[in-house]
Every structure is written in structure tokens, then in C-alpha cells.
């Protein structure tokens, strides 16, 4: 089975052509068809439409410091070199 991602525009006909590029040849496939869609007339989704919760971003923007402080890993044991 072969796994095709692609995106494409949805006409004012309503109609979606699609044009599709494979391997294969004089073959019959099943082909199944999923609709998702990333934004409406190009305008992007809002946080909350993407599944976040409401005021997520505002609420930890800023949370962690610019430099956190990181503990040290200690020393790592010294080997022979192979020959």
C-alpha cells in the first residue's frame, strides 16, 4: 500500500480535481479519500479552532526563563582508544 499526502484548492464549482502523479500502471487501486480542512479562504485558524484551549498562548507565554539553569551531566569515564 502506498500513502499519498497532498493539499489542494476546492474550486467555487465545488468541484476537486486532483492530479496524481504514481508508479503504478494499468492496475486497478482502491483509493481512499480524506478531507481536512487547513483554512478557509486563506485565512489561517485560530488557536482555538486548532484544538488549543482557549487563552493556552496568552497564559504561558513567557513562563521559562531566557536562560534556564541546567545541572551538569558530570564526567564521563575515559576509554582506550581502538587500535
Known amino acids: 500500500m502506498q500513502s499519498i ?6 474550486g467555487q464549482d465545488g ?3 486532483l492530479q ?3 508508479a503504478l500502471k494499468d492496475v486497478d487501486v482502491k ?5 481536512e480542512e487547513t483554512s478557509k479562504n486563506g485565512a489561517p485558524k485560530s488557536p482555538e ?3 488549543w484551549p482557549p487563552g493556552f498562548f496568552e ?3 513567557g513562563c521559562l526563563p531566557d536562560f534556564p539553569e541546567i545541572d551538569s551531566e558530570g564526567d564521563y569515564e575515559t576509554r ?4
Request: net charge negative.
Open 49 to 51: 479552532e486548532l484544538g
Open 15 to 17: 468541484i476537486l480535481r
Open 31 to 35: 483509493v481512499t479519500l480524506a478531507l
Open 80 to 83: 582506550e582508544e581502538l587500535p
Open 5 to 10: 499526502t497532498l493539499q489542494s484548492h476546492i
Open 20 to 22: 496524481v502523479p504514481v
Open 59 to 61: 497564559a504561558t507565554f
